[in-house]
């Protein structure tokens, strides 16, 4: 049987669609590479054997590089986390808004966003009143070591 363009259009549709139902992120592939070999049918005619092998290899490419670059998280491995030391936060300088006091967090904001927030929790050796302008020297878990700037 030979397999008509609209069939691999409607397929692919079918399959977009269902990935909807199927919240996987992981149909969607084969629906998209339905649909890409509904496109090359209208350009150039391919038997059914041919069509079936590049529905396979175009949909388990799409599912490879999405577990390879987007799933792995390579690209949120090259953000700063929470309890890592980044460079650019070393030495950053802000204004307590809660004074540290012996055995006690305070807090320190920032003008523009370190980490993702622009308030943490901080730390220091000695107490610092609120108002004091403070730098960053340390990443401690959740919160930041600070000394008065």
């Not at 199927?22 to 629906?31: M, S, T």
């Not at 890592?84 to 904001?109: H, N, W, Y």
């Not at 220091?124 to 401690?140: F, L, N, S």
């Amino acid at each position: 049987m030979d397999f008509e363009w609209w069939h691999w259009i409607v397929l692919g549709i079918a399959l977009v669609i269902a990935e909807l139902a199927v919240p996987a992120f992981f149909v969607i592939w084969f629906g998209l590479g339905a649909l890409l070999v509904g496109l090359l049918l209208l350009v150039a005619p391919l038997g059914a054997t041919a069509q079936i092998g590049l529905w396979i290899v175009a949909s388990v490419a799409m599912v490879g590089l999405w577990f390879r670059v987007f799933k792995s998280g390579e690209y949120l491995r090259s953000r700063t986390q929470v309890g890592q030391s980044d460079g650019d936060t070393l030495g950053e300088i802000g204004l307590m808004t809660k004074p540290t006091e012996a055995f006690a967090r305070g807090k320190v904001r920032f003008q523009k966003p370190v980490l993702g927030a622009e308030e943490w929790e901080c730390v220091a050796d000695a107490p610092i009143a609120m108002g004091e302008r403070v730098r960053v020297v340390a990443i401690e878990g959740s919160f930041l070591k600070v000394v008065k700037a």
